[in-house]
């Protein structure tokens, strides 16, 4: 007898569901928003936020999922140097010819990394460098940094160091026994298994409901600092580098918003000077909540609790010398 198939009810029945929702009480919404000057301020924050950040995450996880279908990771060890030095830097040039999210750079960084060997810093290179330095990235922190074309070019340089110096600390200090999760002897999710839509719809399907949630969040969090945060904060924070370095760095790690879309987050903390917000952004690509639990269930714990923290230092120690380099003391 042949079993009942039951209804799915996944993440983008919920998404769904939510927007029409929202749809319905967009009246009462609306009503509630009028009468409270603070809500109508967040309210602008967050929509500003999210309706400009949302078309690049849409074509960042277009082109992620192209990636997927025409790009496998097999291919791209092959492009890589012999000598592992070299194989690090052609990694941090691949991967920033290559969109998409930090989440989706993981899975294909582990698969890359193999057992690890000559190829193991490459493929940590490339995990940080695709999702931070890309052309969809690129092109969103110029539009969300107008007639600031110093800032594009400082979170490039700081966001390719990064990638740089975690590739060749990992050739020299780097362990095989951290690596403690092994690749699963099998692929079943492949275009040798599935069609080459099936495999593009999955992928953009993911990595576009997963970094729409976390653009919500930052989109949200930046709003309630707008609103929730006494102005004296952000003068104190903004008159101290030091402060407000490790405040940014702290909010990009907790927020873990998508690379794609969290320029737009930075743009919109105009009371924070540059080089604290450029950390945000060098920063949130490299190492987040999201990004700790990735690596622990691809690489292991081992490998999580070391390169995590390591990343974070160097990344937000990149970011303050690149931005007092590029930015100065710029507003």
């Known amino acids: 007898m042949r079993a009942e198939r039951r209804p799915r009810f996944g993440s983008m029945e919920v998404l769904v569901f939510g927007l029409v929702i929202f749809a319905i009480s967009g009246t009462w919404l609306r009503a509630i928003v009028a009468n409270s000057a603070a809500l109508a301020t967040a309210g602008t924050v967050f929509c500003g936020v999210f309706v400009q950040a949302l078309p690049f995450l849409g074509l960042g996880v277009v082109v992620s999922g192209l990636i997927a279908v025409f790009v496998p990771p097999e291919r791209l060890l092959r492009w890589l140097p012999r000598r592992p030095a070299a194989a690090v830097l052609a990694a941090g040039v691949v991967g920033a010819a ?12 582990r698969r890359l990394f193999g057992d690890g060997g000559a190829t193991g810093a490459a493929a940590l290179t490339f995990m940080l460098a695709a999702p931070a330095i890309n052309p969809v990235v690129v092109v969103a922190t110029a539009v969300a940094f107008p007639g600031q074309p110093k800032m594009v070019v400082a979170r490039v340089a700081a966001s390719l160091l990064t990638a740089v110096v ?4 990992w050739s020299r200090w780097g362990r095989a026994e951290w690596i403690s999760r092994r690749l699963p002897t099998h692929e079943s999710h492949g275009p040798a298994t599935r069609s080459n839509w099936a495999v593009f719809c999955e992928v953009a399907r993911h990595d576009f409901l997963q970094a729409a949630a976390y653009l919500v969040v930052g989109a949200a969090a930046a709003a309630a600092l707008h609103v929730l945060v006494p102005p004296w904060i952000f ?7 030091v402060l407000g370095v490790v405040a940014m760095a702290a909010l990009a790690v907790v927020l873990a918003v998508c690379s794609e879309a969290d320029a737009f987050v930075a743009s919109s903390l105009t009371m924070v000077p540059l080089v604290p917000r450029l950390v945000f952004l060098v920063v949130g690509p490299a190492i987040d909540v999201k990004l700790v639990a990735m690596q622990s269930g691809m690489f292991g714990r081992a490998f999580a609790t070391r390169f995590g923290p390591a990343t974070l230092v160097v990344a937000a120690l990149a970011a303050t010398l690149v931005g007092l380099l590029l930015l100065g003391g710029s507003p």
Do not use: K, R
């Open 98 to 109: 290559l969109p998409g999210c930090e989440c989706g750079s993981v899975p294909v960084a």
């Open 166 to 169: 975690m590739g060749w600390a």
């Open 235 to 241: 003068e104190h924070v903004g008159a101290h580098l």
